[in-house]
């Protein structure tokens, strides 16, 4: 059979090793060919694409990004996007597609498998949002990248005596946030899921400054709200895709601390930081696993499924039921980290 990828939404560590992992079980197991579109769903609506074979894919393991290149467009932009997306698969003799993507592009692809596009799911992001899964491939590698920069930031909070907020990225979730916020012992760690109260945040500030520690770390999801009416927060801008361009709120909530408090405040935004470079050893495992999972499951025929790993397994689950409602943060975890806010 002949297998077509396709990488969309934002990049994030592993896609690469993704797509080495299809081509290798594709080729070396079921003599399958693989094509990879370009730029996500743009290389299917505009018929760029790209052979990949194992020999292409030497050295892609460690390569962050995605050679595929990817992009936020999404078929059912265009009127004629679904009838575009098939008429390039039948000019390649694609029999099925492997849609590696995040919320939007699966989201895209759960639709689009019911208007009759055969293709499996890779569950990717950094912001570990997908349901039906434990884990995204990225989420790993952006977690230990924050934790070592709130590392390194303690020490240089700790030398002037400051509170540091870092901004780390999670738009409708706080995994990341908890994560990292309680690897990195962080003083407090604001998510999406509980707006914050800047009055009760400045006052477990001067409780632990009272009690002899003069610098504090905040880490904030960049999706993380206020509680109604408590702050003014100004709205987002969006993007040609729709979607909310975030990021910002850190210097809301640093302003308010030191203008509450009087302690001196400094912020960090991680931003894109988080995305780049090489995956860790686990996002390295991961992204492989999905890969012949994925493949696996094409050349079996079953479609209109994502691939999720469970229980320290890769199973399939139903695209669908994935892309209904997001995965929050788990309350067990948020507890934990709120045990050792001052
Ligand atoms: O892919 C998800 C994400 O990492 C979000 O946490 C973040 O808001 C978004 O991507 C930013 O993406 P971009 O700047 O590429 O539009």
């Given amino acids: 059979m002949k297998v077509g990828v396709l990488t969309g939404g934002g990049d994030c560590p592993g896609l690469n090793a993704v797509i080495r992992g299809v081509v290798r079980k594709a080729e070396r197991e079921y003599g399958d060919v693989v094509v990879g579109f370009l730029d996500g769903w743009s290389g299917l609506l505009e018929d760029r694409a790209m052979p990949l ?14 050679v595929l290149g990817t992009s936020r467009y999404q078929p059912y932009m265009f009127d004629d996007g679904v009838e575009r997306v098939k008429a390039t698969m039948a000019r390649h003799f694609v029999d099925a597609l492997i849609v590696i993507g995040g919320e939007g592009t699966l989201s895209a692809a759960s639709r689009i498998y019911a208007d009759g596009v055969p293709l499996v799911g890779v569950p990717k992001t950094i912001d570990n949002d997908i349901n039906g899964t434990q884990r995204t491939f990225g989420f790993d590698t952006a977690v230990q990248t924050a934790t070592d920069a709130i590392d390194r930031l303690h020490t240089t909070a700790e030398s002037h005596d400051r509170v540091i907020v870092v901004e780390v990225m999670g738009r409708h979730v706080g995994h990341i946030a908890t994560w990292a916020g309680i690897a990195g012992g962080a003083t407090i760690v604001l998510v999406p899921e509980v707006p914050f109260d800047i ?22 999801a960049e999706g993380a709200v206020p509680v109604p009416g408590s702050l003014t927060v100004a709205e987002p801008t969006i993007d040609e895709y729709g979607h909310a361009r975030l990021g910002g709120i850190c210097n809301v909530v640093a302003e308010e601390i030191e203008q509450r408090t009087g302690f001196e405040t400094r912020v960090t935004v991680l931003g894109h930081v988080q995305r780049g470079g090489t995956p860790s050893a686990l996002d390295r495992v991961l992204s492989t696993w999905y890969g012949v999972a994925a493949m696996r499951a094409a050349h079996e025929g079953d479609f209109g499924t994502m691939v999720a790993f469970n229980n320290n397994k890769v199973e399939r689950r139903r695209l669908d039921e994935c892309v209904s409602t997001l995965k929050y943060a788990d309350p067990d975890l948020l507890e934990v980290a709120r045990t050792f806010f001052p």
């Fill in 199 to 220: 009055g009760a945040i400045c006052e477990s500030l001067r409780r632990r400054h009272r009690r002899g520690r003069f610098s504090s770390i905040v880490v904030v």
């Fill in 53 to 66: 074979d194992v020999e292409a894919c030497r050295g892609l393991l460690t390569r962050g990004g995605t």
